[in-house]
């Protein structure tokens, strides 16, 4: 069977010359052929030289994700294999992940930036945790399991297709045991500290491991600080705050179970969750505004919220929303207070992130200087051909003057 190809209009092969992995429909000016839905296709450009080949989603904006640009290479299991050997073994030598008995969870595979478009792999301990995020990689799933099985003998893989996008590909959602043993009472370890995550039940794939560099970080900087978690989860950054020597921790979710999870965390990690921290159940709008008309000050403030911009459409009320919570976050601030202060929606970029703490502060009466910029660790590799796969910002900054 002779595969499609997918010709592109004339001045549309430029990016994906440069290794750019995704072609909108916009892009397309017609397709020979009738490729199925996940179907290998070839790319060509408007004068039909060959560019590289990918799999198909007429469904998708994004219709073809570019698997390989070396022609005639074979893109079948082995290629998967490959692709997802090297992934892993990228992490193997990674500082922060390996140097570590102290490590046991993170990102094994992240889709586009490790050339496995749609495929994220996520390692706990003895599990892994897979979402199959595009039609492409869901129509395979059975061989991508299989090699999962074969290259890392889990002793169960989680299915946590329950991402929205996957909407967009057209694909319902999805969260279960793909193989192996359920991960009953599962408990990670990172950077030496104890978490107790629900692999099944948890947000995202149980725990936020884009976040462990920065909790290194930021615990770093709490020695004899009050501190002050906002949006706090299961409240990972806290105990990091606590071990580096924090004086209390403040947590504050909106979700009760989430706090709950927050205080079982402090006890693993032999902290007293009533003498040093405490847990409120509150939206962080409405809590940090009753902390400012308390007067209620911290040493150290840290904000990581959700996505608040999913679309573009919803980018000057996510950019309000930012800007409020670090008002809000800096008034909070005892003189010399740090405060840390993230973004994990991919439409805000840090120089735009960078412009809202500006603001925040301008309108705040502080004045701070940044002492590290953060973002997401290198198990979530970001690849100079696909910036899209940036999308977690921190700003570290100190509070100056009085
Ligand atoms: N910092 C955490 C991850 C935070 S995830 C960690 O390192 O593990 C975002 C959290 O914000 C979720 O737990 C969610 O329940 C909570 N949340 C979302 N909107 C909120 C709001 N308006 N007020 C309080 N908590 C909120």
């Not at 997918?6 to 290794?19: E, S, T």
């Not at 450009?45 to 198909?56: H, K, P, Q, V």
Request: charged share 25%.
């Amino acid at each position: 069977m002779t595969r499609s190809t997918v010709f592109l209009h004339p001045g549309k092969d430029k990016p994906i010359r440069q290794r750019h992995p995704w072609i909108f429909s916009g892009a397309i000016e017609r397709v020979s052929g009738h490729p199925a839905p996940g179907d290998l296709v070839d790319v060509a450009d408007a004068r039909g030289e060959w560019l590289a080949t990918g799999y198909f989603n007429p469904k998708s904006q994004i219709v073809v994700r570019l698997l390989t640009w070396q022609r005639g290479e074979d893109v079948a299991a082995t290629f998967w294999r490959k692709r997802l050997a090297a992934a892993a073994a990228a992490r193997a030598g990674q500082d922060g992940v390996r140097c570590i008995a102290q490590t046991t969870a993170y990102r094994l595979a992240y889709a586009e930036s490790d050339g496995l478009p749609g495929l994220i792999v996520d390692r706990y301990g003895d599990w892994l945790v897979v979402q199959f995020l595009t039609l492409g990689v869901e129509t395979r799933r059975k061989m991508l399991l299989e090699l999962l099985v074969e290259l890392f003998a889990p002793r169960g893989i989680v299915d946590r297709s329950d991402a929205s996008v996957r909407r967009q590909e057209g694909l319902p959602l999805r969260s279960e045991l793909a193989w192996g043993e359920p991960p009953a009472g599962l408990e990670l370890m990172e950077n030496g500290l104890r978490f107790g995550v629900d692999l099944l039940g948890g947000q995202k794939t149980g725990f936020y491991l884009d976040q462990r560099e920065n909790r290194r970080i930021v615990g770093g900087h709490a020695a004899g600080r009050r501190v002050l978690n906002a949006f706090s989860f299961t409240g990972a950054f806290g105990v990091y705050a606590l071990a580096g020597g924090a004086t209390h921790v403040t947590n504050v979710d909106s979700s009760v179970e989430a706090l709950q999870g927050a205080e079982a965390t402090l006890r693993l990690n032999g902290f007293d969750p009533d003498r040093q921290a405490e847990g409120i159940a509150g939206d962080v709008f409405q809590v940090l505004r009753a902390f400012r008309d308390e007067g209620r000050q911290f040493d150290l403030v840290i904000l990581d919220p959700p996505k608040f911009a999913r679309s573009k459409a919803e980018l000057d009320g996510a950019t309000r929303g930012y800007k409020d919570i670090n008002l809000l976050g800096l008034k909070l601030l005892a003189p010399g207070g740090l405060l840390a202060t993230f973004s994990c929606s991919g439409l805000v970029t840090p120089d735009l992130f960078q412009k809202i703490i500006f603001g925040a502060s301008v309108d705040a009466g502080r004045n701070a200087q940044i002492i590290a910029r953060l973002g997401q660790g290198a198990d979530h590799p970001i690849l100079l051909s696909f910036p899209e796969g940036e999308y977690l910002k921190g700003l570290l900054c100190r509070v100056v003057g009085e």
